[in-house]
């Protein structure tokens, strides 16, 4: 598309950021010889860092890019934190999805080589070889550079840390990208583990990047969770087909041991930016975790949030769009041709959804109404893991969940102590968010808005929205592909089959 330059330094010999944005927004690259070095230098940096990182200082926390290179631009350029001291603490997802995703990883690799303590880029479950090879990253960098581009970046992932632990006056925060594991007790325990790999199926490294907490939403549709929700230990994670996904007894045990008071977590998209999970609990003061997300549009137009953590209190700001997409002004070699892709893919967009709308919304109608008829109880019966029915063994799922089923009244009394001292404190804690740009920005002035002002987007749902603030599909993703936004781990077409004589065998086994 554009030029390729060595990365600029400036008189002391450091990355110039300026010239490299001025640069990444003319549409240009960057030559190999300078993206070896990069990859060289922070692998040596990183590797010195222990898996979980402490820090005593106030933490700036960013949450998912997913190659929204103007998301990242416009957070990072924020002038509400430019006279806030704090380390930059970067929670994962950085690539995929999106065009522009080394675009951001060049950047945060030359930031972190600049100022190395004040910069913390940890590593998320798309930093990794087998998201990348089919989510879009490998994609990018063969078409911008080369498969060994992609190589040395992979490779740059295995040495990411896993974690931050912020001491505060207010508290100690504990920061990573999913969640928390059964197999965790103590925090120190997972620095023994050895992270220069590539992320296992199962296990600890599995679950500090997969894990989710259960949300609100979730009790709410299984109202015999939401009932006992104080027993809620880790359930496994159907969904992403791996992992877990933990709830308030298991949170709660995870940061009494650990002496913390929450858990700051990327990994999902949330509609508002952030999201302050209570597992069920409506008499605490202070969530017991927090979900962020960096990515505007990703889903429609759910806002971002960036979040600041003090010694007296919580900021979080929230953005609706990203603010840097004029700027973008590329200098494209082969114009001519470019321009017809763009137009061929806008048409070809159209005329598959012409098509979709018009012969099959009767379609999935008639057959929605067979499928209620029909498969009502098989489907009850498929996720029966949720009803938990009793006295029936035949019916059981093949991915039971780890829930205590009594209650023990003398580690409840421990637990209500600890709560209370712990609420008490959390309570003081001021969480202040701003909602510090205006939402009614006109569409009209972000790039590439081709058929933004057609219905037929509108009525399309799950579309992955690309780095361009577009509601057009990325370029490297299919059309009209319905890929829930918590995205599953790759299955083989072995494990696949494996799975569906699971469920097969197990709905003859209900009809009996």
């Not at 929204?68 to 380390?87: H, I, P, R, V």
């Not at 930093?127 to 089919?134: D, G, I, P, Q």
Request: proline letters at 3%; glycine letters at 4%.
């Amino acid at each position: 598309m554009g030029y390729n330059i060595e990365i600029p330094k400036d008189e002391q010999g450091k990355y110039d950021m300026k010239k490299l944005r001025e640069h990444f927004m003319k549409g240009g690259g960057i030559k190999e010889k300078s993206i070896h070095e990069i990859n060289e230098r922070i692998q040596r940096i990183v590797k010195e860092e222990k898996n979980i990182i402490e820090i005593n200082d106030n933490g700036l926390l960013f949450g998912d890019y997913h190659g929204q290179y103007f998301d990242f631009l416009t957070q990072l350029e924020d002038k509400y934190w430019e006279k806030k001291e704090a380390t930059k603490i970067y929670l994962g997802d950085y690539v995929d999805r999106g065009q522009m995703s080394t675009e951001i990883i060049i950047t945060l690799f030359c930031m972190k080589i600049n100022n190395p303590k004040k910069i913390i880029i940890l590593r998320g479950n798309h930093e990794t070889r087998m998201m990348t090879e089919r989510m879009g990253f490998m994609k990018e960098c063969q078409k911008k550079y080369n498969i060994n581009i992609y190589y040395e970046f992979c490779e740059s992932f295995n040495y990411l840390p896993l974690g931050v632990i912020i001491k505060r006056k207010i508290g100690k925060f504990f920061c990573c990208h999913g969640g928390i594991s059964p197999e965790i007790n103590k925090i120190e325990e997972i620095n023994e583990i050895n992270r220069f790999c590539e992320p296992p199926s199962k296990g600890i490294i599995c679950d500090l990047l997969w894990s989710d907490p259960i949300t609100e939403e979730f009790l709410n549709e299984h109202l015999d969770f939401k009932m006992y929700y104080q027993s809620i230990d880790f359930i496994p994670n159907i969904e992403r087909n791996c992992s877990y996904k933990y709830g308030y007894k298991a949170i709660n045990k995870f940061l009494q041991d650990n002496q913390c008071i929450a858990i700051i977590r990327g990994h999902q998209w949330v509609n508002d930016g952030v999201e302050m999970h209570y597992f069920g609990n409506n008499q605490l003061n202070f969530p017991l975790c927090f979900t962020i997300f960096g990515a505007t549009h990703y889903s429609f137009k759910n806002k971002a949030a960036v979040m600041l953590i003090t010694d007296t209190n919580i900021d979080i700001s929230k953005y609706p769009i990203s603010l840097v997409d004029n700027d973008y002004n590329p200098t494209i070699e082969y114009a001519l041709n470019y321009s017809l892709d763009i137009i061929m893919e806008n048409i070809s967009s159209f005329i598959k959804q012409f098509i979709y709308l018009t012969f099959t919304t009767d379609d999935i109608d008639d057959n929605l109404n067979d499928l209620n008829d029909n498969d009502e109880n098989n489907l009850n019966d498929d996720f029966c893991i949720f009803d938990c029915p009793e006295n029936d063994e035949l019916s059981h799922s093949f991915l039971p969940p780890i829930i205590s089923s009594q209650f023990n009244p003398t580690q409840n009394l421990i637990n209500q102590s600890f709560n209370q001292i712990n609420q008490s404190i959390s309570s003081q804690i001021n969480i202040n968010i701003n909602d510090n740009i205006n939402d009614n920005i006109n569409d009209n002035k972000i790039l590439f808005r081709s058929f933004n002002g057609n219905d037929i987007n509108k009525l399309t749902n799950n579309i992955l929205h690309s780095s361009i603030g577009t509601q057009q599909p990325s370029i490297y993703e299919q059309h009209f592909v319905q890929k829930i936004r918590e995205e599953s781990t790759p299955l083989t077409l072995d494990e696949l089959r494996i799975k569906f004589l699971e469920l097969q065998n197990k709905s003859k086994t209900t009809l009996i």
